[in-house]
Each structure stands twice: as structure tokens, then as C-alpha cells.
């Protein structure tokens, strides 16, 4: 399974990015998938997931501001982040969960800041 991540940027405090996050190869639409982050010295953290019938997660520190969704007719995730705050600047990476192993898309960096 590949994991392809897009969509980061330099956003303004308050402002909204959202993130898309393609998988291709042996990717079952049934399995749960994700975003996580991680800040500089921090250890990585869940931001949210979904599992296929639409169930959500959220991070509490996300909760209310971001919203995860996707598309299994096009293998694909989205994370949808309103009213930005610098403390949500991380690299953000894409998750999908099976019972043997984690895959995970290379990265985006998202940077809040004026």
C-alpha cells in the first residue's frame, strides 16, 4: 500500500487548509484510515480517523475545528482544518490501519503562522 499526501502549506492563524491523501496498491476500503501529526519535539499524535461506514475520531485539541472524511470510490482521505492555530503547526501524515501493520504517506508540513 502507498500513501500519498498533499495539500500543506503556510496558512495564517485562523485561516483553513484542507489535506487529501491518496492510496494506491493492495488498499482495502474497509480498513480504518487516519491523520496523525507531529510537532518538533513531540511525539506523534492522532488528529482523526474514520472507519468505512463513517464512524469518527478526533484529537481533543482538534475537536470542533477539523473534520476527516473519505471517498472509497476513489481511495481517498481528506482532512478539513478550520480556525488554524499556530500550536497546530506538524508535518501530517496519513494512516491506514490493518491487523498485521500501519502504512503511512510521507508527510505534509503544515505551518501556522502570521
Known amino acids: 500500500v502507498q500513501l500519498q499526501a498533499s495539500g500543506g502549506g503556510l496558512v495564517q492563524p485562523g485561516g483553513s487548509l484542507r489535506l487529501s491523501c491518496v492510496a494506491s496498491?493492495?488498499?482495502?476500503?474497509?480498513?480504518?484510515v487516519g491523520w496523525y501529526r507531529q510537532a518538533p519535539g513531540k511525539q506523534r499524535e492522532l488528529v482523526a480517523s474514520?472507519?468505512?461506514?463513517?464512524?469518527?475520531t478526533y484529537g481533543e485539541s482538534v475537536e470542533g475545528r477539523f473534520s476527516i472524511s473519505r471517498d472509497n470510490a476513489k481511495n481517498t482521505m481528506y482532512l478539513q482544518m478550520n480556525s488554524l492555530k499556530p500550536d497546530d503547526t506538524a508535518v501530517y501524515y496519513c494512516n491506514y490501519r490493518t491487523p498485521f501493520r500501519d502504512y503511512w504517506g510521507q508527510g505534509t508540513l503544515v505551518t501556522v503562522s502570521s
Open positions: 496498491g493492495s488498499f482495502r476500503s474497509d480498513r480504518i
Open positions: 474514520i472507519t468505512r461506514g463513517g464512524y469518527t
